[in-house]
């Protein structure tokens, strides 16, 4: 296959995104003008135009969405293993550690490679024949926490009664980071801060947060702390015993090979003290590594040695330490939302999600350690915080906030790490929560019961009650976080949403809540029309000087291209900042690894969905702003017109290759209007087998990426901006 390079390819460049060695690209290209074009490019970029013959046909390859390199999926390729190896030369190693550990390959950041097949290989569609769901719980009581646990993919399922938080102390000195909110609740402060009050707990917050403080010095600490290196002889000292943190551990979720902090206190706390206790809290598990807890009360007499655990974390265990009894308010029991007082959302670092390991040695893991842009959680919950103190609260929008972040060195890994923990307290006890992610294997169970109460109406479909209750609020809820808080999510997957139902009537209520906030980047142009004075939009937006102290894992979308802290990409399709993205196709739909297969028409449901859901983004954001003209078609011609002219190194983000081939197919079947590319028109190609559904699905991922741009030259024009200002109340 010939491919045209893109502008500023060099030869190392152009040979790289296709997995080919230098030496092959140009013994493919061994004749004129191609060998005059690569010659002329050794130092710099290849003339424009210039076809190149890459010795195969580019097959996209997500660690996200693809399978593992097995027998399997060679035969799903129509390839085997020595020719993979011949046309992808530059990978050979990765493809034997793959194939050998029938693993996935994470090659790059993005976690999308373009592998090269022979031209002649017709790939098996990734489409089966809709297949039933596999038996899950029932849950008569719509428990939500249920529901993330046992209605769910089965590697991911885990069990829906409480394991035991280990809990440790640290000292409380320089070494420490702390961001409390402003509206700290007391189970919190009695919680982490043995003997300290909220005020102590929000003075150490003010001194360490890097947003809040003045001056840019680190904390001293609080209370009479010795400092942890002496000056003189212990004789001639009055040594004060530090005052002690209390952080939590999940030695369920971790064994021995996890790089979480608290797994070995004395190795990783140096200097100390530091010490694991035997008091411990109730924890449910979720979908993803946080957790649910009731936070108890600890005392300074529980750090006492005579209440300091001895032995080592039981790893892998669900009973709680030191032969302890879970109370009987917690065990054997699921988590009611409506019965629990105090419980918070905790995040720590796990090796172990259901069972899959993702700790920091194991393929594509990292989930061992609190991510880097954890104080990130916390900047955006101050400014939500701010936001709907300013303004009040959304009617269809729920920010679930990060109330507490803390981390410590962990010595011996070299890195910060910590825990989290989110607020509850905005959920309706008196409403049902269902997290998305589980409509593939509980939705259909969901809409009977629905039906079921509702036995006046009509029937209706599941097909159609997930596009009323899932795929259209969470497209208003997208729209309503960029109109109120200048922000937009990046990889808005189902698990961090949550959709409410009323308690008896299962009809949802329209309210959407977002409980991954730390996900939230900024968008240039609407932010600037709101408050940017707030400490943690100056600390973001400010321009970064070399050796002030900011560290590398600061939010990437502020335009940090050649900045010392940028990590990103900067092509048209991932640039930064990141404009405007509605991310259903990318993210927010269904891959078949997570339950797509299990949907009514499998995917062909998610592009009623997606379509469903963009025009409701859509039809908010012009009322909102009382801006016609940003109802755009789903999908038009302009889009269309851009999806074909693209000359981007494709189809990694934009599947633009896929759609460049079906579109055209799609506009002719449908008269010659791309308006009138409905599903059905799809349906009718992948019937008279003109495409296949993964055409359907790339090409409708094209126009939405297109169609993002043409809406994001409409909504940073000057009128529109001055539109969003005005509504914006100071």
């Known amino acids: 296959m010939k491919v045209n390079p893109t502008a500023n390819d060099t030869a190392e460049i152009f040979s790289a995104r296709y997995n080919l060695s230098v030496g092959r690209l140009r013994s493919l290209n061994a004749v004129d003008p191609a060998r005059a074009a690569l010659e002329a490019a050794a130092d710099g970029p290849m003339a424009e135009g210039t076809e190149l013959e890459i010795g195969g046909k580019p097959y996209p390859y997500s660690f996200e969405s693809s399978p593992a390199i097995d027998a399997a999926f060679l035969q799903k390729l129509g390839t085997d293993l020595p020719t993979l190896k011949t046309l992808n030369d530059r990978i050979v190693g990765a493809l034997n550690v793959a194939m050998k550990a029938r693993q996935k390959m994470l090659l790059n950041q993005a976690g999308v490679t373009l592998l090269l097949i022979p031209d002649g290989a017709k790939p098996q569609d990734d489409e089966a024949e809709q297949v039933a769901p596999p038996a899950v719980d029932a849950n008569p009581d719509f428990d939500w926490l249920v529901y993330e646990t046992r209605v769910n993919a089965k590697d991911y399922q885990k ?3 409480p394991a035991a938080y280990g809990l440790y102390a640290v000292p409380i000195d320089s070494r420490a980071e702390i961001v409390a909110s402003q509206t700290l609740p007391d189970a919190l402060v009695n919680g982490f801060f043995p003997g300290l009050t909220k005020e102590e707990v929000l003075a150490i917050s003010a001194q360490s947060c890097r947003w809040r403080k003045s001056g840019g010095a680190r904390p001293t600490g609080d209370g009479p702390n010795s400092a942890t290196t002496q000056g003189a002889a ?6 004060h015993a530090p005052r002690m943190m209390v952080m939590p551990y999940n030695y369920f979720a971790n064994d021995q090979a996890s790089h979480a902090i608290g797994a070995d206190v004395a190795q990783e706390i140096t200097p100390g003290p530091a010490f694991r206790l035997k008091k411990f809290w109730p924890l449910w598990e979720t979908a993803s590594r946080s957790s649910v807890s009731v936070i108890e009360p600890i005392s300074p007499d529980d750090l006492q040695p005579a209440a300091r655990l001895d032995a080592p974390w039981d790893f892998r265990k669900r009973t709680p330490p030191a032969g302890a009894t879970m109370a009987g308010t917690y065990r054997d029991k699921v988590f009611k939302l409506a019965e629990q007082r105090d419980a918070f959302s905790v995040k720590t670092g796990v090796r172990w999600l259901g069972a899959v390991p993702q700790g920091s040695d194991d393929p594509g893991g990292g989930n061992d350690v609190l991510e880097s842009n954890a104080l990130l ?22 920010v679930l906030r990060e109330l507490l972040t803390v981390t410590f060195p962990n010595r011996p890994r070299e890195k910060r790490d910590g825990y989290q923990v989110r607020d509850l307290s905005p959920l309706d006890k008196t409403k049902l929560y269902f997290p998305p992610l589980s409509i593939p294997f509980g939705g259909q169970a969901f809409v009977d019961a629905y039906n079921s109460k509702n036995g006046g109406k009509p029937k209706v479909s599941a097909a159609d009650f997930w596009k009323r209750a899932y795929a259209e609020p969470v497209g208003r809820a997208k729209a309503e976080l960029l109109l109120r808080y200048g922000l937009q999510l990046t990889t808005p997957n189902p698990q961090n949403f ?10 949802p209520t329209g309210r959407v809540v977002v409980r991954d906030i730390g996900d939230a980047k900024l968008h240039s142009e609407f932010i600037a029309q709101m408050a940017v004075d707030h400490p943690a939009l100056q600390y973001e937006l400010k321009p970064h000087v070399e050796g002030d102290g900011r560290p590398g894992y600061l939010p990437a979308q502020t335009n940090n291209q050649g900045r010392v802290d940028d990590h990103a990409r900067h092509e048209r399709f991932d640039q930064y900042p990141l404009n405007t ?4 196709h990318q993210y927010s739909t269904f891959k078949n690894k997570y339950g797509g297969v299990y949907l009514p028409e499998q995917m062909m449901t998610t592009i009623d969905w997606g379509r469903a859901h963009y025009a409701a983004y859509l039809d908010w954001l012009a009322t909102k702003l009382e801006a016609p003209a940003l109802k755009l078609n789903i999908w038009d011609q302009a889009a269309y017109d851009r999806v074909l002219a693209a000359n981007e190194a494709q189809p990694n983000t934009s599947k633009g290759e896929a759609a460049k081939k079906a579109l055209p197919k799609a506009r002719t079947r449908a008269g010659g209007d791309v308006r009138m590319i409905t599903p059905d028109i ?3 190609l992948i019937t008279a087998k003109e495409c296949t559904i993964t055409d359907a699905i790339n ?6 990426l297109h169609t993002d741009e043409v809406l994001h030259s409409l909504l940073s024009t000057s009128a529109t901006l001055a539109k969003v200002k005005a509504k914006w109340k100071r």
């Open 377 to 398: 959680a916390s900047m955006r919950s101050d400014w939500s915080e701010h936001v709907e103190a300013t303004i009040g609260p959304s009617t269809i929008l729920i």
């Open 159 to 161: 069990e829906k009664t």
């Open 581 to 584: 993205r509605i991310h259903w």
């Open 699 to 704: 090409s409708e991922w094209a126009l939405e």
């Open 234 to 239: 212990r004789s001639e000292l009055a040594l």
């Open 498 to 507: 949550l959709l409410e139902f009323d308690k008896a009537t299962l009809e």
């Open 682 to 684: 799809w349906r009718q």
